[in-house]
């Protein structure tokens, strides 16, 4: 239908009806304009320092980057006591820092099995950095990249925000472009760290396991040396303090980073 025949139709209807379907046709295209709104809505983000994802999000992943990062600031030692290894959901190894020794992600598997029995919930699952008594970070400067991108992720393919309920910095203030894209590159960036760390981790342990086990024969056979010199009392005492030791291992007690003392102080 031309233009022209369009017009003559329209002159011949009723008033009311021409209005009825200009006012259908506005609300298409408001609702097109908001759906167009919502596809196209901007991530914006700005931490309060709430502490719900330190007190809530688990193990954080480390890649070389934080490492190395203590390393230079001299404050490795401080981390060393919640470094450990653990298997994600994907299969895959990560270097983590955890409060405990417990593998949280054991028992997140293990409660979306309806058939398996409910297990204890690991007790503390937050950040050891984190003082939940002054809801700080004790590292805040030499936070982890993970940290850093947190709560924007990207998967290789496309970018996520997750924990959404919990964040209170999501949708909070305003976000620039310059901001936003290098929030995006940082996620980036933690993404391709990550999966560089996934795939030396399984190199590096099969190369440094022939060193580590020669170490473990070399210090056994030191300690039969040492113990053989000993008297009766002594090599019951140091047997006492191996069992003490064996046991908050299995507890999973470590310091308690709220209260460090001098030697565990994370803020120097």
Avoid: H
Wanted: glycine content about 4%; some cysteine; overall charge negative.
């Amino acid at each position: 239908m031309t233009d022209e025949e369009s017009k003559n139709v329209n002159e011949t209807k009723p008033e009311s009806e021409i209005k009825k379907e200009s006012e259908a046709k506005e609300e298409v295209k408001v609702d097109d304009e908001k759906t167009e709104g919502e596809e196209k809505k901007k991530y914006i983000f700005n931490c309060t320092k709430c502490g719900n994802c330190c007190a809530n999000r688990g193990p954080i992943p480390l890649v070389m980057d934080d490492l190395i990062m203590w390393a230079k600031n001299n404050v490795v030692a401080n981390m060393m006591p919640y470094l450990q290894f653990i298997k994600t959901p994907y299969g895959t190894i990560d270097l983590v820092m955890a409060r405990t020794n417990k593998n949280p992600y054991d028992f997140l598997q293990k409660k979306e099995k309806e058939d398996e029995d409910e297990e204890e919930e690991p007790k503390d699952i937050s950040c050891p950095m984190y003082n939940k008594e002054t809801k700080e970070c004790l590292i805040y400067d030499n936070r982890p990249l993970s940290c850093q991108t947190y709560p924007l992720e990207f998967d290789g393919q496309k970018y996520m925000v997750v924990d959404t309920e919990d964040c209170e910095g999501i949708g909070n203030g305003e976000t620039t472009n310059e901001e936003r894209k290098e929030m995006r590159d940082l996620a980036k960036s933690m993404n391709i760290k990550l999966t560089e760390m996934r795939i030396a981790m399984p190199i590096l342990a099969q190369a440094f396991q022939p060193f580590v086990l020669n170490e473990i024969m070399d210090a056994q056979r030191r300690y039969m040396e040492a113990m053989e010199k000993m008297s009766p009392e002594e090599r019951e005492k140091v047997e006492q303090q191996m069992k003490d030791r064996m046991e908050q291992d299995q507890d999973g007690s470590k310091v308690d980073v709220d209260n460090p003392t001098e030697d565990t102080d994370a803020t120097k």
